[in-house]
């Protein structure tokens, strides 16, 4: 029989731990290939010099012209070699490279204070930052197990391309945090009150800040944006209403801004209006290409993930897992499902159609890490319940581990640089699997053969993950489940938000009624939580229903109590700590006959079940 891995929700202490140890691994292995040279005439390469130059003006001028810098030569402790421009001189004499500044500005501190070095070295915390926020996401999220988690995330994240990317100067590793938070923050949006505005606030600065990061990021903002107004839309409250109207305006104002700033900064509604070379070769859409064959493109599709020398598998094999891990989660559809898989599209045939191309002076996958936190999702989700294919994912994801060391021994004794031939690398396993990849570089009949292998493989994952996705993972039924738990929890704490803001009165169902909150700690997880509830006064004690609104089963605030009798109360303006005490037999009886008397619902949730509805003493405790 296939063997699943039980699922088991950590303590809070023990997931940080692990988050902690993960994000300072990935940390380390980004920070480690900061003295490794992009080309053998310069440390940095491409794009890379121009935005530390423009992150030094910004740090040292607040302005992005970067003329001055230029003429002064400030880009020479990293870039030895004569620096192209890359931007045409303004009407005014400014000169704006064409790249949009939100990257410049997070370095423009850094760069300021300790230089280059200390610019990648934030990149490489960034790159911690991400590992530790996807481990904490998969098993919080989507329940992965601890372990499966932390193998999931730690080896790509300790692997090319995403640990090559924590140490060069591009806005993939932050527009992939950024990603992240909003996958963060989307499974919960709907949620009224305070909580509620904090999703939405978190999601739209995530939002604002890809397009600023890079314009091709435009068409996965979009989509973030979409895909939380759909929610919001769904969640059917006047609150979240007033959220999505909230965040449609915000957005629409932020798009605005950033077209004005556009036009006053670059010349244009992009910064290729201030490029040389789009200038001269038909103006701001010549970055989609000069003679875009997007038939032509089509092939990378598969060659994003499996070409020989820029192809994702070819330097972590462990991504060939995205494949039946998407595959798995169109199947089952289980909570959240959507926010990984519409960005990750998105991603993907942004990098296959719009880039210009796929192969470039860069390190290969810089045109997917955006939306890679949302594969290492759907792998940790897919794995995370089988030791077989925990299994694989170890096996695979160690031979792109050592292969980045290795590259990392390469680089750094100067044998090889980041850019220019990284593939001549010595790892007997590359120059053996390379040979079974397609080189979509050099169309010859051996790569049309290796790309219908690839194809036929490609499809196999798929039924793979298909078939096996619908083993061990929350149904259809269990979705709505979790569906409607959210909205219960967002209903629970619009009310503790009234609560506490009006001194304990509260409109809607329990207007008039006497609510108190109750902050329990977790039987299981040790976690604080807190829920309305009605009580009866008795004396110098009250009591509380466990009613669940006559469900089969008893809330879980209950089982709280009795394994954590002790707990804080809320009632009015005042709060104490008290001691629960659960009554039986006659007294139990007879108090909720006089609850179910005062408040007739509570006599309708008894007929509802056959459970007997337990009472629960609250005793307050000496201050």
Same mark, same amino acid.
């Given at each position: 029989?296939?063997?699943?891995?039980?699922?088991?929700?950590?303590?809070?202490?023990?997931?940080?731990?692990?988050?902690?140890?993960?994000? *300072?691994? &990935? +940390? %380390? =292995?980004?920070? #480690?290939?900061?003295? /490794?040279?992009?080309?053998? @005439? $310069?440390?940095?390469?491409?794009?890379?010099?121009?935005?530390?130059?423009?992150?030094?003006?910004?740090?040292?001028?607040?302005?992005?012209?970067?003329?001055?810098?230029?003429?002064?030569?400030?880009?020479?402790?990293?870039?030895?070699?004569?620096?192209?421009?890359?931007?045409?001189?303004?009407?005014?004499?400014?000169?704006?490279?064409?790249?949009?500044?939100?990257?410049?500005?997070?370095?423009?501190?850094?760069?300021?204070?300790?230089?280059?070095?200390?610019?990648?070295?934030?990149?490489?915390?960034?790159?911690?930052?991400?590992?530790?926020?996807?481990?904490?996401?998969?098993?919080?999220?989507?329940?992965?197990?601890?372990?499966?988690?932390?193998?999931?995330?730690?080896?790509?994240?300790?692997?090319?391309?995403?640990?090559?990317?924590?140490?060069?100067?591009?806005?993939? *590793?932050? &527009? +992939? %945090? =950024?990603?992240? #938070?909003?996958?963060? /923050?989307?499974?919960?949006? @709907? $949620?009224?009150?305070?909580?509620?505005?904090?999703?939405?606030?978190?999601?739209?600065?995530?939002?604002?800040?890809?397009?600023?990061?890079?314009?091709?990021?435009?068409?996965?903002?979009?989509?973030?944006?979409?895909?939380?107004?759909?929610?919001?839309?769904?969640?059917?409250?006047?609150?979240?209403?007033?959220?999505?109207?909230?965040?449609?305006?915000?957005?629409?104002?932020?798009?605005?801004?950033?077209?004005?700033?556009?036009?006053?900064?670059?010349?244009?509604?992009?910064?290729?209006?201030?490029?040389?070379?789009?200038?001269?070769?038909?103006?701001?859409?010549?970055?989609?290409?000069?003679?875009?064959?997007?038939?032509?493109?089509?092939?990378?599709?598969?060659?994003?993930?499996?070409?020989?020398?820029?192809?994702?598998?070819?330097?972590?094999?462990?991504?060939?897992?995205?494949?039946? +891990?998407? =595959?798995?989660?169109?199947?089952?559809?289980?909570?959240?499902?959507?926010?990984?898989?519409?960005?990750?599209?998105?991603?993907?045939?942004?990098?296959?159609?719009?880039?210009?191309?796929?192969?470039?002076?860069?390190?290969?996958?810089?045109?997917?890490?955006?939306?890679?936190?949302?594969?290492?999702?759907?792998?940790?989700?897919?794995?995370?319940?089988?030791?077989?294919?925990?299994?694989?994912?170890?096996?695979?994801?160690?031979?792109?581990?050592?292969?980045?060391?290795?590259?990392?021994?390469?680089?750094?004794?100067?044998?090889?640089?980041?850019?220019?031939?990284?593939?001549?690398?010595?790892?007997?396993?590359?120059?053996?699997?390379?040979?079974?990849?397609?080189?979509?570089?050099?169309?010859?009949?051996?790569?049309?053969?290796?790309?219908?292998?690839?194809?036929?493989?490609?499809?196999?994952?798929?039924?793979?993950?298909?078939?096996?996705?619908?083993?061990g993972y929350p149904n259809r039924r269990d979705r709505r489940m979790a569906e409607e738990k959210q909205r219960a929890e967002n209903r629970n704490q619009a009310i503790i938000d009234e609560f506490r803001a009006n001194g304990g009165k509260v409109g809607g169902p329990f207007e008039g009624g006497t609510l108190a909150l109750l902050t329990t700690t977790g039987a299981k997880t040790s976690?604080?939580?807190?829920?309305?509830?009605?009580?009866?006064?008795?004396?110098?004690?009250?009591?509380?229903?466990?009613?669940?609104?006559?469900?089969?089963?008893?809330?879980?605030?209950?089982?709280?109590?009795?394994?954590?009798?002790?707990?804080?109360?809320?009632?009015?303006?005042?709060?104490?700590?008290?001691?629960?005490?659960?009554?039986?037999?006659?007294?139990?009886?007879?108090?909720?006959?006089?609850?179910?008397?005062?408040?007739?619902?509570?006599?309708?949730?008894?007929?509802?079940?056959?459970?007997?509805?337990?009472?629960?003493?609250?005793?307050?405790?000496?201050?």
């Open positions: 029989m296939r063997k699943r891995m039980r699922h088991i929700t950590p303590g809070g202490t023990r997931l940080l731990l692990v988050v902690a140890a993960v994000a *300072l691994a &990935a +940390a %380390l =292995a980004a920070a #480690a290939g900061i003295p /490794v040279r992009a080309t053998y @005439g $310069a440390q940095t390469s491409a794009d890379e010099p121009h935005y530390l130059v423009t992150a030094l003006s910004l740090g040292e001028d607040a302005s992005l012209d970067v003329g001055d810098e230029h003429r002064a030569e400030r880009y020479r402790p990293f870039h030895e070699a004569e620096l192209p421009t890359q931007a045409v001189r303004g009407p005014d004499g400014r000169m704006v490279v064409p790249h949009d500044p939100l990257l410049p500005a997070l370095l423009a501190l850094p760069m300021a204070v300790g230089g280059w070095m200390a610019a990648k070295a934030t990149l490489a915390v960034l790159a911690g930052l991400l590992a530790g926020l996807l481990v904490w996401l998969a098993v919080r999220r989507f329940r992965v197990p601890l372990p499966a988690a932390a193998l999931a995330v730690g080896l790509p994240a300790v692997s090319a391309p995403l640990a090559v990317y924590g140490n060069q100067v591009y806005p993939e *590793l932050p &527009a +992939a %945090l =950024a990603v992240t #938070a909003a996958v963060a /923050v989307l499974p919960g949006m @709907g $949620a009224a009150g305070r909580r509620g505005i904090l999703r939405a606030v978190a999601l739209g600065l995530a939002v604002t800040a890809l397009p600023w990061l890079s314009v091709k990021y435009v068409p996965l903002a979009a989509t973030l944006a979409v895909l939380a107004l759909i929610r919001l839309c769904r969640a059917r409250e006047r609150a979240a209403a007033w959220l999505a109207g909230g965040l449609a305006g915000g957005l629409a104002a932020a798009g605005a801004g950033y077209l004005a700033a556009h036009v006053a900064w670059y010349g244009g509604l992009t910064v290729y209006a201030s490029g040389d070379f789009f200038v001269a070769n038909g103006g701001q859409l010549s970055a989609l290409g000069t003679d875009p064959d997007y038939l032509g493109r089509s092939t990378r599709l598969l060659g994003l993930l499996v070409d020989r020398a820029f192809g994702l598998a070819a330097w972590q094999p462990a991504w060939l897992l995205a494949v039946p +891990a998407v =595959a798995a989660l169109i199947r089952r559809r289980p909570y959240g499902w959507d926010t990984l898989v519409a960005p990750l599209a998105v991603g993907w045939l942004t990098a296959a159609f719009a880039a210009a191309t796929m192969h470039g002076y860069w390190f290969p996958g810089r045109q997917l890490v955006v939306v890679l936190p949302a594969a290492v999702l759907a792998v940790a989700w897919w794995v995370g319940r089988s030791h077989q294919r925990l299994f694989v994912l170890a096996a695979l994801g160690a031979l792109g581990a050592v292969g980045y060391a290795l590259l990392l021994v390469e680089g750094l004794r100067g044998d090889l640089t980041w850019v220019v031939d990284f593939f001549t690398t010595g790892y007997p396993w590359y120059r053996v699997w390379r040979l079974a990849l397609p080189d979509y570089m050099e169309i010859t009949t051996g790569t049309w053969i290796r790309h219908g292998a690839w194809v036929l493989v490609a499809a196999a994952l798929a039924a793979w993950g298909a078939k096996y996705g619908s083993r976690r604080r939580r807190t829920n309305p509830v009605r009580y009866l006064q008795d004396g110098d004690r009250i009591l509380v229903f466990a009613s669940n609104a006559g469900r089969p089963t008893h809330p879980a605030w209950y089982h709280n109590l009795l394994a954590n009798p002790e707990l804080t109360v809320e009632v009015g303006a005042e709060t104490y700590q008290a001691t629960a005490v659960p009554l039986h037999g006659e007294e139990r009886d007879r108090l909720y006959a006089r609850q179910a008397e005062l408040v007739p619902a509570f006599a309708e949730y008894q007929a509802r079940t056959s459970r007997v509805i337990p009472v629960v003493a609250l005793h307050r405790r000496p201050s």
